[in-house]
């Protein structure tokens, strides 16, 4: 039973330690924090002379007791046992790097004497981060669900590409590792284990995987999803205190407040770049239906079916580069866009990015024909983009 505990731990090791990451492989990993013989999680503060290290798990701090007989291993991300584990020493456990604290600790569950610890430095679990980020850009796709097959397991997708949406079909297998957001979480590192049973027709999607030479099949090795929601509107109230704004939700004319905290992603886009993507987006209206693609012919900008650049243009990084907006330096009557996952409550929503100063979209875009109730702010470039690696 150990040997199995220490397994799953191994494999949570280089997980979840910053926000953001790949998927945690296995659902009964998600609950180690402190057990009856072991303890995971991060240092908070080494104390050489005390023979102790405080750690943060996710069921709180521990004590780590520690002795002359205490034996340290060194891992890499990834290994699953100690048959690669190299010897180690106190001296090399600094803050913030991740250990598991073997031993039998303490029924109030504050104290472990180890009789091993088993580190893991935080230059090397960022090292992997880092692979597994550059991995996601190379092998990964983005896109919206249009159709589920349950009994085949597969997803049919509209890929995001730079002429626009594609159709592409995923292979999900039962080893597909399978995420999905968490309702009213902002954080990619959130995400919860999930199924193919879980995903829904208009679910976003981000899937790591393999594509075929014609690229018009994917087969997939994990695959993250999402039910989002957009809302914008004019702004009506602003509440600093409790970091709130409420808005008059474009789409039902009701009132909607929106929360956004340390995680939120605030942006403005400059008036220059707004008029650019409306005169952009209503030439793409004018021209739709006459350069639309048939069904499986190539994508303009793509030669033998393979669309160019993969995935299309990032744009979490787009949005990224705008220029960060405060609370503070927002107002009433300013008109925001915001995404966020689908939560309990309709009339409340986290932000998980807001971009204001679209004036400029909303002002060309609407007309007497819409009377105003439809926006297509809410689809602006980046916003319904699903956060990840």
């Known amino acids: 039973m150990k040997t199995i505990l220490l397994s799953i731990a191994l494999i949570l090791f280089a997980f979840n330690a910053a926000p953001g990451q790949t998927p945690a ?5 998600l609950d180690i ?21 405080t750690v943060k798990t996710k069921d709180g701090d521990i004590l780590v007791l520690i002795n002359d007989k205490t034996e340290y291993k060194k891992v890499k991300p990834g290994e699953t046992s100690l048959q690669n584990a190299e010897p180690a020493t106190l001296a090399e456990i600094g803050v913030g790097d991740r250990v598991i604290a073997m031993g039998r600790v303490a029924e109030d569950r504050k104290s472990v004497p180890a009789k091993r610890v088993v580190l893991m430095t935080k230059a090397a679990i960022a090292e992997r981060h880092e692979q597994e980020r550059a991995d996601w850009q190379k092998r990964g796709i983005v896109g919206r669900i249009s159709a589920l097959n349950a009994e085949t397991q597969e997803i049919s997708l509209l890929m995001r590409a730079p002429a626009g949406e594609r159709p592409i079909t995923v292979a999900a297998s039962d080893k597909v590792i399978f995420r999905r957001y968490a309702p009213d979480s902002v954080k990619f590192s959130d995400a919860k284990p999930s199924s193919f049973a879980e995903l829904k027709v208009g679910d976003q ?28 509107g004019s702004i009506t109230a602003i509440n600093p205190a409790a970091n709130e704004i409420v808005i008059n939700n474009l789409q039902t004319g009701q009132p909607v407040t929106i929360v956004v905290n340390k995680d939120s992603v605030m942006r403005r886009i400059p008036p220059e770049m707004a008029a650019m993507i409306a005169q952009r987006r209503a030439q793409q209206q004018q021209s739709a239906g006459t350069s639309a693609p048939s069904g499986g012919g190539p994508a303009p900008g793509a030669t033998d079916g393979q669309p160019r650049g993969g995935r299309g243009p990032d744009f979490d990084e787009m949005i990224e580069r705008l220029p960060q907006v405060a609370l503070a330096d927002l107002k009433k009557g300013d008109v925001i866009a915001v995404s966020s996952t689908t939560g309990v409550d309709p009339a409340r929503v986290t932000a998980i990015k807001l971009v204001a100063g679209i004036e400029a979209l909303m002002t060309r875009q609407q007309g007497p024909a819409s009377g105003g109730a439809q926006s297509p702010s809410l689809n602006l470039p980046g916003l319904d983009s699903i956060g990840g690696p």
Request: net charge neutral.
């Open 25 to 29: 492989p296995s659902p009964a990993a």
């Open 33 to 53: 924090g402190i057990t009856a013989t072991l303890a995971l999680g991060d240092v908070t503060a080494v104390d050489a002379s005390g023979r102790g290290l």
């Open 205 to 232: 999607v981000r899937a790591r995987g393999d594509r075929s030479t014609d690229g018009a099949h994917f087969t997939a090795q994990e695959i993250v999803s999402g039910s989002f929601r957009m809302v914008g």
